[in-house]
């Protein structure tokens, strides 16, 4: 996964004409820590080594920003990639941020409630030194989600002596969490999907669309592309896929997730697998699980107009040469699951300021950012003649490259 993102990088600098000197300096991250630390079970004997990461790519920005991840995967080089593509999407979107990520290395569906706190409050002990609200600001990735950030936010603060609800983002409302901010990044894929269908002339009411992944990013996406009228004909989750070319009832299926805990035996559908799923005919695939899904051993047979990525990393870079042949428009990651990062950055400035904006006004300023950084990269990828992924990349380089040539080097 790094080796996709330093690729995609080199690709973007080389067209761009990037220094090398600057080039060579934005291809690794500035900080990286790695950490071994045990974490008790429930069964008082039983105690387990983990390993945790948390990476900074980017110091130049301001703080660095990015979520943290528990998947039975995570390694150095995925933190370290998905540290990077931070990076590119907070300056795209003109944030104050570099780009850092974190991760644990366990499958957290396996934890109890009590595991998966003290699992949480350890991981945040051993990076304390490297996060604070003006140093680095953890937010929700894939495994974790409000609770555990209000574990972190409650340990950091228990150290600091006081309540320190802007050292983490994606907190519960109740903590200075932003309402909003769950359902944040299906939102913004969703009106990126909607100045991309103006663009592409495609009536997303007389659009299908196929969901990899049911988690925060695929259900919500899932959600509001109903409420255009779009017919959801495909989802999954870890477990399965289910099909039904009628058009999903997402009603019933989010009843019988929430009651089951997965998409297995959903009524009025059939099972299909993950691989089969990417490769069925619709208008809009959007991928919002894990990365390395479209690659050049599938990529000739996807079957869509409009692949818009929720997920980090779904394409390689071979996949999207393919793509790009075949004319089939790809929403870049970078660009289509920002607002994510963007409601995060709202709630630490509002945390910073102790001030709450509405929902409206959260969901308006969205809708305003995504649509300007749609256009911009737009506009690039056609001036430039190159696709959105590397158009999006060199709007963020060519920011990052501004900054750091402004700051200078010491000594
Ligand atoms: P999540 O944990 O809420 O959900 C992940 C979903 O993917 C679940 O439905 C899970 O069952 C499914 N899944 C896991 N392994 C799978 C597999 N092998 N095949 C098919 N499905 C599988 O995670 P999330 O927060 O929705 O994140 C999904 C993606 O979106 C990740 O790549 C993440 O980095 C990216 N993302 C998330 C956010 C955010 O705000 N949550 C922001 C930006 C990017």
């Known amino acids: 996964m790094f080796n996709l993102a330093q690729n995609q990088f080199l690709q973007a600098a080389e067209i761009m004409g990037l220094d090398e000197n600057l080039r060579d300096r934005l291809l690794f991250p500035q900080r990286t820590l790695l950490v071994s630390f045990p974490c008790r079970r429930d069964e008082y004997s039983e105690v ?20 943290i991840r528990y998947h039975e995967d995570v390694n150095l080089g995925e933190v370290s990639a998905l540290a990077m593509w931070m990076t590119w999407k907070c300056a795209l979107m003109h944030l104050p941020f570099g780009g850092a990520k974190g991760g644990v290395r366990i499958d957290p569906s396996k934890l109890s409630r009590s595991e998966l706190q003290r699992l949480t409050r350890r991981y945040t002990l051993e990076i304390f030194d490297m996060i604070g609200p003006d140093k680095d600001i953890p937010a929700p990735d894939m495994g974790t989600n409000a609770q555990v950030m209000a574990w972190i936010m409650d340990t950091y603060s228990l150290q600091i002596g006081h309540a320190v609800a802007e050292v983490v983002t994606g907190k519960p409302p109740v903590l ?26 495609l009536d997303l009411k007389h659009s299908s669309a196929v969901i990899q992944g049911f988690g925060n990013v695929g259900r919500n996406a899932a959600k509001l592309m109903a409420q255009l009228g779009t017919r959801i004909i495909a989802l999954s989750d870890v477990t399965t896929g289910i099909v039904n070319r009628k058009g999903l009832n997402l009603t019933a299926v989010i009843e019988h997730v929430e009651n089951t805990g ?25 991928p919002a699980a894990l990365q390395n899904q479209i690659t050049e051993d599938n990529a000739a047979r996807i079957n869509c107009r409009l692949i818009a990525e929720g997920a980090n990393g779904p394409t390689t870079l071979e996949a999207d040469a393919i793509l790009a042949e075949r004319g089939i428009f790809v929403l870049p990651d970078i660009l289509g699951n920002a607002g994510g990062v963007t409601v995060s950055y709202f709630e630490w400035v509002q945390n910073t300021q102790e001030f709450a904006w509405t929902l409206e006004e959260t969901n308006n300023r969205l809708h305003k950012m995504l649509t300007d950084a749609f256009h911009r990269t737009l506009q690039r990828s056609v001036r430039e003649g190159v696709n959105m992924r590397t158009a999006a990349l060199i709007e963020g380089i060519h920011r990052v490259a501004e900054a750091k040539l402004a700051r200078g080097i010491f000594p």
């Open 48 to 67: 387990e080594t983990v390993f945790g990461y948390r990476v900074q790519h980017i110091l130049t920005m301001g703080p660095t920003k990015g979520g």
């Open 176 to 201: 200075g969490g932003l309402e909003g901010r769950e359902e944040a990044t299906g939102r913004g894929l969703v009106y990126l999907i909607q100045e991309t269908a103006d663009h592409l002339q």
């Open 262 to 286: 997965s998409l297995k035996g959903c009524p009025d559908c059939d099972e299909i697998s993950n691989a089969e799923m990417l490769e069925l005919e619709c208008d809009i695939l959007i």
